[in-house]
């Protein structure tokens, strides 16, 4: 008996500490963000993520390369630069790290509850649509601020005129208060 022991002792060890460890359980709420995370990051979300960053990318990228090479880039040589944008992104971040780090965000902020209502939505057809809506949503936050620019600077420095009396020079183009 003892020499059976003995034989299986080392499986028994390596059982342990590898594949019984805390560091690889998954309790409810872990399991919970992961399906979460399965339901959120679905490809078509990935790709528009990818995409909207790509695209941020290629704005500075753009000017800077247009600046360099002083001509305006060809509508192929920004199609190329786009997906170059986009097969960096997709290597250095690829999906499973945002999903891991997309779990560890679910861990911290909501609870098993939360975590498995909104896996339910994400699962509902209509949830197919979140993506798209994001992405717009974020665009059209950015024309809207882009077409206030003047009137957000304004109200800055007026802002920053009543808290801050006389420290930041008023410029010329703006009237002083």
Not at 49 to 56: C, D, E, G, I, W
Not at 73 to 78: A, D, K, M
Not at 81 to 107: A, D, H
Not at 135 to 157: C, D, K, L, T
Request: hydrophobic share 45%; net charge positive; with cysteine.
């Amino acid at each position: 008996m003892k020499a059976t022991i003995l034989r299986y002792l080392p499986v028994c060890i390596f059982y342990t500490l590898f594949i019984a460890s805390p560091a690889n359980a998954q309790g409810p709420r872990e399991l919970a963000a992961e399906r979460l995370a399965n339901a959120v990051l679905t490809e078509a979300y990935f790709n528009e993520t990818v995409n909207q960053a790509a695209t941020t990318a290629l704005t500075a990228s753009r000017a800077a390369m247009e600046r360099a090479i002083k001509r305006s880039l060809s509508e192929t040589e920004v199609q190329k630069l786009t997906e170059i944008w986009t097969s960096v992104i997709k290597e250095v971040l690829p999906r499973p790290k945002w999903k891991t780090m997309m779990i560890s965000v679910y861990l911290r902020n909501l609870t098993l509850e939360e975590m498995n209502l909104l896996t339910e939505f994400y699962k509902h057809p209509v949830a197919s649509k979140m993506p798209r809506l994001l992405v717009e949503g974020s665009e059209s936050g950015r024309a809207m601020a882009q077409e206030h620019q003047r009137e957000i600077g304004e109200a800055f420095f007026r802002a920053l005129d009543n808290v801050f009396p006389n420290m930041i020079p008023v410029p010329s183009s703006r009237p002083a208060p």
